[in-house]
């Protein structure tokens, strides 16, 4: 059996994870999403938010599971067993950074990486910038499975009108 990690914040999942998720599981026989749990970092979303997000959005593929973990991945990865990670490359500019980290990955256990390129319609696309115009108002319906645009709505106060 194969069995892949798709690690990540997911705050909040985005129609770019979804696909990397959908595309890992057509990969790996089993897949787990693990949503990293970060005591220095509060989000806008979270840990049990996230993960009832990602359960309900992932709920159609019946290989995948949710998880959070904290801690190292590979700590993870060596406790469930798991000896692939799977990542999303929307561009270049992301490859440098998970590079190192998938070396440094490999480095500390029998864990390999594998990325796979984002859709060109998602290449722009991060939870960070789809929180900032959410924020002041901005349409992000069409970057966002629709559980969690309506999840966002709800977090997010109703931005002030324009002034004139
Ligand atoms: O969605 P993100 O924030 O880009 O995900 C980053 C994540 C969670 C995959 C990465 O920060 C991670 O693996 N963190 C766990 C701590 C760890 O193992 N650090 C060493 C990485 S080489």
């Known amino acids: 059996m194969t069995h892949a990690v798709c690690p990540g914040s997911f705050d909040p999942p985005t129609l770019g994870h979804l ?3 959908a595309r890992a599981a057509r990969l790996f026989d089993t897949v787990t999403v693990a949503v990293l749990v970060n005591p220095n970092k509060t989000g806008l979303f ?6 009832e997000l990602l359960r309900t959005t992932t709920a159609g593929w019946a290989n995948v599971s949710v ?6 991945l590979v700590d993870y990865c060596r406790r469930r067993h798991i000896s692939a990670i799977v990542k999303g490359l929307r561009a270049v500019s992301d490859f440098d950074y998970e590079l190192q980290m998938a070396q440094m990955n490999s480095g500390l256990a029998d864990v390999d990486t594998l990325f796979i390129p984002t859709s ?3 290449s722009f696309l991060s939870s960070s910038l789809v929180k900032q115009v959410a924020s002041y108002g901005g349409d992000v319906s069409a970057l ?8 966002l709505r709800r977090k997010l106060p109703t931005p002030l009108p324009e002034r004139p």
């Open 19 to 21: 696909d990397i998720i």
């Open 120 to 122: 060109p319609e998602h």
């Open 144 to 151: 966002l499975p629709p559980e969690v645009n309506a999840a």
């Open 46 to 51: 979270d840990t049990a938010e996230r993960l």
């Open 67 to 72: 998880d959070s973990f904290h801690g190292l």
